[in-house]
């Protein structure tokens, strides 16, 4: 049961059964913490992949410490989400909320495609993704490129990967799948690469092994 009270500093709060959404005393202040206790990762991305709305005061927060950042959240509570766009109309207005179950779909969405083709980093709000832990962490899995899918998708949106796309080697069902596919890459090469396309290598690395 999902129910609506009063903080002690006067906000408005979420509690579903016996687990509040957001601090009970003070969820701005709560909020601010959350966001500062993520602000190395923040600063070194272009967009931000949350998985968890809640009651939304630390999304309200990101906003406004970093109104050019991208974000897209992941939340699939209807009434989290009804409850957070009441209570911060202007600070959600153009942040697109993800609730897709299937990942084709998921990484289908414009707003997700466009996070993941910059350097991006993916935040979690433990209060909210407690709801729905499995969705979440398999969620996070597939937005990292842990999966041959979810790599094939991640390769999609990068412009300087796609040439691994149709490679028989990564691709191909019962070929296994080794690292020396990289060998034409050089230290020279690799030297030369983005931030971003070492977070790809570094994926890919870990996958094969």
């Known amino acids: 049961m999902m129910e609506e009270f009063y903080a002690k500093s006067g906000d408005r709060i979420l509690r579903i059964g016996e687990k509040y959404l957001c601090s009970a005393v003070d969820p701005r202040t709560e909020a601010e913490r959350w966001v500062a206790g993520h602000r190395a990762k923040v600063h070194k991305a272009k967009g931000l992949l949350i998985l968890g709305l809640g009651a939304g005061y630390h999304i309200a927060q ?23 766009e009441r209570l911060f109309p202007i600070e959600l207005f153009d942040v697109p909320i993800v ?17 993941l083709s910059s350097r991006y980093t993916i935040l979690r709000h433990a209060p909210s993704a407690a709801l729905n832990e499995p969705w979440y962490d398999v969620l996070e899995k597939e937005l990292l490129g842990r999966s041959l899918t ?26 296994p799948i080794d690292w020396r596919i990289f060998d034409h890459l050089n230290d020279g090469q690799l030297a030369e690469r983005s931030d971003l396309d070492f977070f790809v290598l570094k994926a890919l690395r870990e996958l094969i092994k």
Request: contains cysteine; aromatic residues 10%; hydrophobic residues 40%.
């Open 150 to 175: 979810s790599l094939r998708s991640q390769l999609g949106v990068q412009s300087t990967f796609k040439a691994f796309e149709g490679t028989p080697l990564l691709w191909g069902e019962s070929t």
């Open 99 to 115: 609730s897709e179950n299937l990942f084709d779909k998921v990484i289908a969405d414009p707003a997700v495609k466009a996070v």
């Open 62 to 84: 990101l906003r406004k410490q970093y109104p050019s950042k991208k974000i897209v959240i992941f939340e699939q509570n209807e009434r989290c989400i009804q409850f957070a």
